[in-house]
């Protein structure tokens, strides 16, 4: 069993960065595929960024640019670094693992609690 914990989010004004780290306990993160996802109040669970188990990475059109993943298998932590951040970018943000190659909203084994972003105008 994967428990996922997300860490690193508040509230930041336009313009600003965060950085959420995902910290795993309970198996090695390494042969999954990570993701973040985000949902906003009214809206869909969308992925934001993700990360296969050969550190190949995939972002959503409206995060690239500016947010990055990145994973440190010896810490056991997948990171997401966000510039430049938006009022639209403003929601809940979710690690997940997938132990199958590309890790989506229903290809997900593993779900974090969530870490709320607020970004001000």
């Known amino acids: 069993q994967v428990q996922l914990a997300e860490s690193g989010g508040g509230l930041v004004q336009a313009g600003g960065s965060l950085r959420l780290a995902c910290a795993a306990s309970g198996r090695t993160l390494r042969y999954y595929a990570m993701g973040w996802f985000r949902q906003a109040p009214g809206k869909e669970r969308e992925l934001v960024a993700a990360i296969t188990s050969g550190g190949s990475t995939n972002y959503a059109d409206s995060v690239k640019g500016r947010f990055t993943i990145s994973r440190n298998s010896a810490q056991n932590t997948v990171y997401l670094q966000m510039n430049s951040l938006k009022p639209e970018d403003t929601a809940v943000y979710y690690c997940?693992?997938?132990?199958?190659?590309?890790?989506?909203?229903?290809?997900?084994?593993?779900w974090g609690r969530g870490t709320q972003v607020t970004v001000s105008s």
């Open positions: 997940a693992a997938s132990s199958k190659v590309v890790v989506t909203t229903t290809h997900a084994d593993y």
